[in-house]
């Protein structure tokens, strides 16, 4: 329910690399016919009203606050990250609507429901899209549904949007990816394209875990009739923030830039509980840390009031991929994140700058009112090396990393002489008539943002594109 949107260069980069139409002063209105924003601090020429998705800013404590100041302290603005200023401290926004989740389900699709030309099949899993091998055009797809082997026809086009991460998975199942992998699984190749040549993903570390000396209620103890009713009447409170998530900060690293421009490179989120503030009922689980290392590592700080510091690092320089397990429809693809494998370690240096940067905000007087320090340290398997050095860091955050679930690019747009390109800036499969593919797998390049508000405007964009093309706009 986080709603960040990215920085105008990123979308100046999208455009630069050679798709027209997608340069920030080009996205922007798309931004704002989508929103339908009630976020006091932010910067109205930025925002929209009126459109599909409910935006609102997250409630924030005391503790949220006092990060904010922090930052400040450091000499950042208070900023809305939405708007060109996207370096400094600021309240989270959210995709809800009076405190409650606006999903882009609830938001675009239910108020269109009743449409008589639309039909939604749920329950139905698309194994493949049905391409005619002699004009190599699309014109249906094949799905299972109540155990039913069922197809489905296009008059005009098909389009696909299954995600970053199942998208190229039906492209590669239907003979449309690298002709190497399809050969091993017996598919026959009806267009060698680079499917699924680039991931990315943003790598984050959810589990550090610092001292307060405010005790804050868990979630568990929120579920009593006074928060619920205030909830349920005003649409505030705690209830409203999920995961606790509260404010953020977007930040430049002192590391060249490889991108060189006003796009941050890492990101520290705040939240007012931690790992250990439900003694690891379901956050461990969620992470996937091993029992006995969770209770070696945090066990002892049990019991504590806590919260959290995440980093997050804005433009890896990693690039993953994901390759076919066999033609069987319901056997997952097999993806490499590959995060921390740029040669020049430039991905692990800006975390460990990340991480440091974190420590600079517990030593900030808007901090220490609040006794916040990390406790979570050393960091198990880490002891034997130097706390606080390069090493000790690289070492902590082979443990510790882990995604953040913003996978992009597996199908990613660029002009055809760019050899990672899969669809062009029109969102078209190059090669393959009446296809599209519009989610996130065909963001071009990394992006300061969390990956639902770029899904919602590559939902626009591409919507006015279908329009256009059938000369109904
Ligand atoms: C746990 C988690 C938390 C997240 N939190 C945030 C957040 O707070 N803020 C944020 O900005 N981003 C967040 N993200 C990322 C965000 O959800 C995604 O970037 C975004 O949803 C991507 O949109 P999409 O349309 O590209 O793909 P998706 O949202 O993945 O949509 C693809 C759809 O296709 C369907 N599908 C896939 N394969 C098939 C098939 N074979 N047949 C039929 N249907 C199929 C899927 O069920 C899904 O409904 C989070 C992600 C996760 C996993």
Redesign the pocket.
């Not at 329910?1 to 960040?4: A, D, H, N, P």
């Not at 949007?161 to 970053?164: K, Y």
């Given at each position: 329910?986080?709603?960040?949107r990215g920085n105008p260069d990123d979308y100046n980069r999208w455009a630069a690399q050679g798709n027209p139409g997608w340069s920030y002063e080009e996205v922007l209105p798309y931004f704002l016919k989508s929103e339908d924003a009630n976020i006091p601090l932010s910067d109205p020429n930025y925002h929209g009203t009126g459109g599909y998705q409910s935006t609102e800013s997250f409630y924030t404590t005391e503790l949220g606050n006092a990060f904010i100041q922090a930052g400040q302290e450091l000499g950042y603005p208070l900023t809305d990250y939405n708007s060109p200023q996207q370096i400094g401290f600021s309240p989270f926004q959210a995709t809800t609507r009076f405190g409650r989740r606006a999903s882009t389900a609830t938001s675009f699709l239910q108020p269109v429901l009743n449409r008589e030309n639309l039909d939604v099949l749920t329950g139905?899993?698309?194994?493949r899209i049905l391409i005619d091998p002699h004009t190599n055009r699309a014109y249906g797809v094949e799905?299972n549904r109540n155990d039913k082997k069922m197809t489905v026809r296009a008059n005009k086009e098909v389009i696909l949007?299954?995600?970053?991460l199942?998208s190229p998975h039906?492209l590669m199942l239907s003979g449309v990816g690298p002709k190497e992998q399809l050969v091993k699984h017996g598919i026959k190749t009806l267009q060698d394209l680079p499917v699924g040549q680039t991931l990315y993903d943003h790598v984050a570390v959810f589990n550090f875990v610092f001292s307060t000396n405010v005790s804050m209620p868990s979630l568990p103890d929120l579920f009593n009739y006074d928060e619920l009713l205030r909830w349920y009447k005003t649409g505030q409170g705690p209830l409203s923030a999920p995961i606790s998530s509260e404010a953020v900060a977007f930040l430049k690293s002192n590391h060249p830039n490889p991108l060189d421009g006003t796009s941050p490179d890492f990101e520290i989120v705040f939240v007012r509980q931690s790992l250990i503030s439900d003694n690891g009922a379901v956050g461990r689980r969620i992470l996937r840390i091993k029992q006995e290392y969770y209770q070696k590592m945090y066990g002892p700080l049990e019991g504590m009031p806590s919260i959290s510091m995440i980093p997050i690092l804005l433009h890896p320089k990693s690039v993953g991929c994901m390759k076919l397990k066999s033609a069987d429809p319901y056997d997952d693809p097999l993806f490499y994140a590959n995060y921390f494998s740029d040669p020049e370690n430039y991905d692990i240096r800006i975390m460990i700058e990340a991480i440091r940067f974190m420590l600079r905000l517990t030593e900030t007087e808007a901090f220490r009112k609040y006794d916040i320090r990390l406790i979570s340290d050393p960091v198990l398997g880490c002891e034997h090396l130097e706390y606080n050095s390069d090493e000790y860091w690289y070492c902590a955050l082979q443990f510790l990393a882990g995604s953040a679930?913003?996978q992009t690019s597996t199908c990613k747009m660029g002009p055809k002489h760019d050899e990672k390109a899969v669809v062009n800036h029109e969102l078209k499969v190059y090669g393959v008539g009446n296809l599209r593919v519009i989610?996130?797998?065909v963001i071009p390049v990394t992006l300061a943002a969390?990956?639902?508000?770029p899904?919602i405007l590559i939902g626009e964009v591409g919507s006015d594109m279908v329009k256009k093309d059938w000369g109904v706009l």
């Open positions: 329910m986080v709603y960040v139905a899993r698309v194994t799905y949007c299954a995600g970053a199942q039906l679930y913003h989610d996130n797998s969390h990956t639902n508000a899904a």
